[in-house]
């Protein structure tokens, strides 16, 4: 795990060397979907909770923008840039939102994203990924959760980008997180460890959302 001590490297490219060694885990809890359509309750609350008290004008804009990625989930769409930068619009309240054009920097510069021609295409071929077959929910929420912090593809806003792209894929199945606050945590780069941490835990959020609603039906 990273010390957090101050860093020169590409935080982007040590992302994306533990992405493709990391074991991703087999869940083998109790994957489920509801009866209904989900819910977007605990990603609500979530953001009611965090952000409310401080910023009440960006929580109602970010909170619209979860309900326009249930609707994307909701109706099958892809999860790609111009859909994440459609939701960052209202989050940002911009008239456009594009990819970043330079490094961007995080946890006050201790982590540097890196730039180059094709990262945004690589951006998009890590989000194309979440429909991997082969990989357990879990596990893909998870990797596309961390592939938006750490390419960090907008000038601000990105931890909330992540939060309603990790909402979008597990709405696209029909699965509902009633609490995900035990997902607020700081999140390295370079950490192999955390990031199927990260998987196992959404597992576990998983599991116990479908054991707290009703007429929940086993997935396989």
């Given at each position: 795990?990273s010390s ?9 490219a040590?992302?994306l060397c ?5 074991a991703?885990?087999?869940w083998?809890g109790?994957p ?7 819910t ?25 923008a979860?309900?326009?990625?249930f ?24 008239k ?5 054009t ?8 201790r982590?540097?994203?890196g ?12 989000l194309?990924?979440?429909?991997s077959p082969g990989?357990?929910l879990?596990s ?12 960090h593809?907008?000038e ?13 894929v597990?709405a696209?199945e029909?699965v509902?997180?009633l ?6 945590t700081t999140?390295?780069?370079d950490d192999?460890?955390?990031a199927?941490?990260?998987a196992?835990?959404?597992g576990?959020l998983v ?5 707290r609603?009703?007429?929940?039906s086993?997935?396989?």
């Amino acid at each position: 795990m990273s010390s957090g001590t101050d860093r020169q490297n590409d935080a982007l490219a040590d992302w994306l060397c533990i992405r493709a060694e990391t074991a991703w885990p087999r869940w083998s809890g109790e994957p489920a979907v509801s009866a209904g359509p989900p819910t977007p309750d605990g990603f609500r609350n979530f953001f009611t909770t965090t952000r409310g008290g401080r910023d009440p004008e960006g929580t109602t804009r970010v909170l619209t923008a979860l309900d326009a990625a249930f609707i994307d989930a909701q109706q099958g769409a892809r999860l790609t840039f111009p859909v994440m930068a459609n939701w960052q619009r209202t989050v940002l309240n911009r008239k456009t939102v594009d990819f970043r054009t330079m490094p961007a920097f995080a946890k006050g510069g201790r982590e540097r994203y890196g730039l180059g021609p094709d990262t945004l295409a690589q951006f998009e071929r890590c989000l194309a990924e979440s429909t991997s077959p082969g990989v357990l929910l879990p596990s893909r929420a998870a990797r596309t959760y961390l592939d938006v912090l750490f390419f960090h593809p907008f000038e601000d806003g990105n931890a909330r980008a992540a939060m309603l792209a990790l909402a979008f894929v597990m709405a696209r199945e029909g699965v509902s997180l009633l609490d995900v606050h035990p997902l607020q945590t700081t999140r390295w780069a370079d950490d192999a460890d955390g990031a199927a941490d990260l998987a196992m835990l959404l597992g576990i959020l998983v599991t116990a959302a479908a054991r707290r609603l009703p007429h929940g039906s086993r997935s396989s």
